[in-house]
């Protein structure tokens, strides 16, 4: 009965057999990969083609760029001409400051002469614009404003216990408003009112003057004639 049994090792050693004859037959078999490479090939580009790809892709890129620096010189251009011509100081911006300076609402130093005002606004801005003299008027308080970054020297006045505030800045820097004019001893104002403020604006000796207070317009350039340089 024994002798019925195939030998276990033999039949490993038959499938063996029969498995490498199958591998052999499979090393031999030609496989055509002409598909498989053209296929690779059309994903990649070559060298020249994918620098030139590059190249293409950049130029947008460096027009925006230069389109942005023209841009900028353009801006920086524009603002540098604005900020070196005179600028015009609104009558509504400048009725603001008169009543700040009254209120306390700036920051003001207490003086009592326009010598002393004309030596704080030195230390305080050197190369300001110089305040003249005003006889009959009571000196209060002193400050520096910035109109549209041109400095402007301001004095708070006490004339028969009115306040009125004095301006002055360079005539290179401000320009007189379209207003209309009146004129006085030869000098030309222009006049200007806002709510029960009065101002009038004129320029003189080089410098740009702007006086505000609630009275009269008559009365401001009274006072106008008799600043001293």
């Given at each position: 009965?024994?002798?019925?049994?195939?030998?276990?090792?033999?039949?490993?050693?038959?499938?063996?057999?029969?498995?490498?004859?199958?591998?052999?037959?499979?090393?031999?078999?030609?496989?055509?990969?002409?598909?498989?490479?053209?296929?690779?090939k059309?994903?990649?580009?070559?060298?020249?083609?994918?620098?030139?790809?590059?190249?293409?892709?950049?130029?947008?890129?460096?027009?925006?760029?230069?389109?942005?620096?023209?841009?900028?010189?353009?801006?920086?251009?524009?603002?540098?001409?604005?900020?070196?011509?005179?600028?015009?100081?609104?009558?509504?911006?400048?009725a603001?400051?008169?009543?700040?300076?009254?209120?306390?609402?700036?920051?003001?130093?207490?003086?009592?002469?326009?010598?002393?005002?004309?030596?704080?606004?030195?230390?305080?801005?050197?190369?300001?614009?110089?305040?003249?003299?005003?006889?009959?008027?009571?000196?209060?308080?002193?400050?520096?404003?910035s109109?549209?970054?041109?400095k402007?020297?301001?004095?708070?006045?006490?004339?028969?216990?009115?306040?009125?505030?004095?301006?002055?800045?360079?005539?290179?820097?401000?320009?007189?408003?379209?207003?209309?004019?009146?004129?006085?001893?030869?000098?030309?104002?222009?006049?200007?009112?806002?709510?029960?403020?009065?101002?009038?604006?004129t320029?003189?000796?080089?410098?740009?003057?702007?006086?505000?207070?609630?009275?009269?317009?008559?009365?401001?350039?009274?006072?106008?004639?008799?600043?001293?340089?």
């Amino acid at each position: 009965m024994n002798s019925e049994i195939p030998n276990r090792d033999e039949s490993v050693e038959s499938v063996d057999r029969a498995i490498s004859a199958r591998l052999s037959k499979l090393r031999s078999m030609p496989v055509d990969l002409t598909n498989l490479e053209k296929a690779i090939k059309a994903q990649i580009l070559p060298p020249t083609n994918q620098s030139r790809w590059r190249a293409l892709a950049l130029r947008p890129l460096r027009a925006i760029a230069a389109s942005v620096v023209l841009v900028s010189a353009i801006a920086a251009a524009i603002l540098l001409s604005a900020s070196s011509g005179p600028v015009l100081a609104e009558a509504a911006q400048m009725a603001q400051v008169h009543r700040e300076i009254v209120s306390g609402k700036i920051p003001v130093t207490q003086v009592s002469s326009i010598n002393a005002a004309n030596h704080m606004l030195d230390q305080e801005a050197p190369g300001a614009p110089s305040l003249p003299q005003l006889p009959d008027s009571h000196v209060m308080a002193c400050c520096m404003k910035s109109v549209h970054n041109k400095k402007m020297a301001c004095v708070l006045l006490k004339d028969e216990g009115v306040s009125v505030t004095l301006a002055v800045a360079s005539a290179a820097d401000m320009k007189l408003p379209t207003a209309p004019v009146q004129s006085r001893n030869g000098v030309e104002y222009r006049v200007q009112h806002i709510g029960d403020l009065s101002m009038v604006m004129t320029e003189r000796n080089g410098k740009w003057l702007c006086l505000i207070g609630p009275m009269p317009a008559d009365r401001l350039m009274d006072m106008a004639a008799q600043l001293q340089f």
